[in-house]
């Protein structure tokens, strides 16, 4: 599947990731393939390149299987895929496009 998100500067951004541990993005600032994983409760979840460095919070949410980003910002847009995800025959693994949206 592949959807296309558009968020305001500042939005809360939540996206529906029912039964998925981990997340992959690539930003249009760092170019970077960062993670992050499901597992702490607390709300204290960062990105990670490398499982040390801390890059930008936000909550990969098990119970209501959720992605939010409290506030969204340039630093979070790109592209969102889920690694341990395992495709269906003859389709492709889910892909989100995530666009900061511009003022009209």
């Excluded at 969102?80 to 389709?91: D, R, V």
Aim: aromatic share 8%; net charge neutral; charged share 30%.
């Amino acid at each position: 599947a592949v959807a296309r998100a558009l968020v305001k500067e500042g939005d809360k951004f939540e996206f529906p990731v029912a039964g998925k541990l981990l997340v992959k993005r690539k930003t249009k600032k760092t170019g970077e393939e960062q993670y992050l994983w499901a597992g702490t409760c607390d709300g204290q979840q960062s990105w990670t390149t490398d499982g040390k460095n801390k890059i930008g919070k936000a909550i990969l949410d098990w119970n209501t299987g959720k992605l939010i980003i409290e506030k969204f910002s340039v630093e979070d847009e790109g592209i969102y895929t889920f690694p341990l995800e395992k495709p269906s025959p003859g389709l492709a693994t889910s892909l989100v496009h995530v666009e900061l949206k511009k003022d009209e």
